[in-house]
């Protein structure tokens, strides 16, 4: 198993720029999760999604960032426009259903300058 | 709202002692708390789960306790050694969350020395 895939690894923009970070879950894994790591705030949810439906989104900063899940092996979130302030490691990660282990990907480090 | 403390940002101990890490949480009791291990530029590894109703789990040289009486769960690592070095988490539940959310403490990196 190739486990959970993000790209890009790394993501160097100016302020104003729109970016998009990408994830492919687990195969048969249906819950989706994006992370924001900080060394001030630490690991802090985004959105949640459980068989591709948004469930919990309430720990989206603002309207300058959406999360799609358009099926089950593919979600994006994009931030548009960027700002300094949104310069964080971020992380996918997916369950199974039932189950409350999580696994993450080994995240998207985001500069915006 | 609630709260997740890890008390200690580092901890450094000498390969071969036991690391004892803590979590400490507030304001409602969860089903269940869980512990993960972080790497640099590496996204958290899960390790452990422990529920309620389970006052100890061991895995291989792993131990959690979950005393809901105190709302602390600690985490203890025996013979350790210097691969054992990482940031570890502790993560549990949010009150009223859906299943599989979780809210993450800010970790505490151990240091083994040879």
């Keep these: 198993d190739a486990g959970v895939i993000q790209s890009p690894r790394h993501e160097v923009t100016e302020m104003g720029q729109e970016v998009t970070l990408r994830c492919k879950p687990i195969s048969g894994h249906n819950s989706l999760f994006w992370y924001r790591q900080t060394m001030m705030r630490g690991l802090e949810l985004l959105i949640y999604f459980n068989n591709n439906v948004p469930i919990d989104d309430s720990g989206m900063p603002e309207d300058r960032f959406s999360a799609k899940m358009p099926n089950a092996s593919f979600s994006t979130l994009k931030i548009q426009p960027s700002e300094p302030r949104d310069s964080a490691v971020y992380f996918c990660a997916s369950s199974f259903e039932g189950a409350y282990e999580q696994y993450f990907g080994p995240g998207t480090r985001l500069t915006v300058t | ?114």
Aim: proline share 6%.
């Design chain 2, 1 to 114: 709202s609630q709260k997740i403390e890890q008390n200690s940002e580092a901890l450094n101990i000498q390969e071969g002692k036991t690391a004892t890490l803590t979590c400490n949480y507030t304001n409602y009791s969860p089903a269940y708390l869980q512990w993960y291990r972080q790497d640099p530029g590496r996204g958290p590894v899960f390790l452990l789960l422990i529920r309620e109703n389970e006052k100890e789990k061991r895995k291989e040289r792993l131990k959690v306790t979950f005393d809901t009486t105190l709302k602390q769960s600690l985490f203890h690592i025996t013979a350790s050694q210097p691969a054992d070095s990482a940031t570890y988490l502790c993560a549990l539940p949010p009150y009223g969350g859906s299943q599989g959310n979780l809210i993450f403490g800010k970790g505490t990196k151990l240091s083994v020395k040879p």
